[in-house]
């Protein structure tokens, strides 16, 4: 399994912007899907978003329109640019790799609120 670290989380003002990445110990390129998760107080653990290897993504209807999903092979990152935050996004926001496998990161908060 691919080891996979989240960074770039952090407190934001509803309405601003934050960029999250997923380092990957290993090669992605044999990854199917990469995606993006996050579970807030209280709440299920929902899908934010996904990308295939062909660069097919897929967004939660909560997100769409105001996050996206990026990957680059080369350099085993995985990107989450997330805009227009709202207090709702507040979550825990894991990294997750499947396709051979299963894969999940440790998750790094982010907090929105003023």
């Known amino acids: 399994q691919v080891q996979l670290v989240e960074s770039g989380g952090g407190l934001v003002q509803p309405g601003g912007s934050l960029r999250l990445s997923c380092a990957a110990s290993?090669?992605?390129?044999?990854?199917?899907?990469a995606g993006w998760y996050r579970q807030g107080p209280g709440k299920q653990r929902e899908l934010v978003a996904a990308?295939?290897?062909?660069?097919?993504?897929n967004y939660g209807d909560s997100v769409k329109g105001r996050f996206t999903i990026s990957r680059d092979n080369a350099r085993s990152m995985v990107y989450l640019e997330m805009n227009s935050l709202k207090p709702e996004d507040t979550a825990v926001y894991y990294c997750?790799?499947?396709?051979?496998?299963?894969?999940w990161g440790q998750g790094t908060q982010v907090t929105v609120s003023s």
């Open positions: 997750t790799l499947r396709d051979p496998g299963v894969s």
């Open positions: 990308i295939t290897r062909g660069g097919i993504t």
């Open positions: 290993g090669s992605i390129f044999s990854i199917n899907v």
